[in-house]
Nanobody, 126 residues
Framework: QVQLVESGGGLVPAGASLRLSCAASGRVFNSNIMGWFRQSPRKEREFVAGIWWGGGVTKYADSVKGRFTISRDNAKNMVYLQMNSLKSEDTAVYYC???????????????????WGQGTQVTVSS
């Protein structure tokens, strides 16, 4: 079992920055993939960014490349999502997710991930 708890969401104006945090506990290993997904009303949950826990390889959705940065702190079992130049279309509930086996091959499919956090709301006002 893996427990994931997100924090750091909030209401910010367009152009601002925000950093989301995900605290992971339980069966977290170097083979794991950690991902950030988001879901806005009337839309399906979508991949935002992912990182290989063991090697630091990252992957991003095209919509956030150059603006968002995913990172991890292995010692603290934390994953972060630094979001810069936020846009109104970034408004969503952001979820942290864990895939138990993946290595450097970061999957962007929702059903590839085994554990999910409860989510944190990010609202960007235009």
């Amino acid at each position: 079992q893996v427990q994931l708890v997100e924090s750091g969401g909030g209401l910010v104006p367009a152009g601002a920055s925000l950093r989301l945090s995900c605290a992971a506990s339980g069966r977290v290993f170097n083979s794991n993939i950690m991902g950030w997904f988001r879901q806005s009303p009337r839309k399906e949950r979508e991949f935002v960014a992912g990182i290989w826990w063991g090697g630091g390889v990252t992957k991003y959705a095209d919509s956030v490349k150059g603006r968002f940065t995913i990172s991890r702190d292995n010692a603290k079992n934390m994953v972060y999502l630094q979001m810069n130049s936020l846009k109104s279309e970034d408004t969503a509930v952001y979820y942290c997710a864990n895939r138990q086996w993946g290595g450097s091959n970061i999957d962007s499919m929702t059903n590839a991930y085994d554990y999910w956090g409860q989510g944190t709301q990010v609202t960007v006002s235009s």
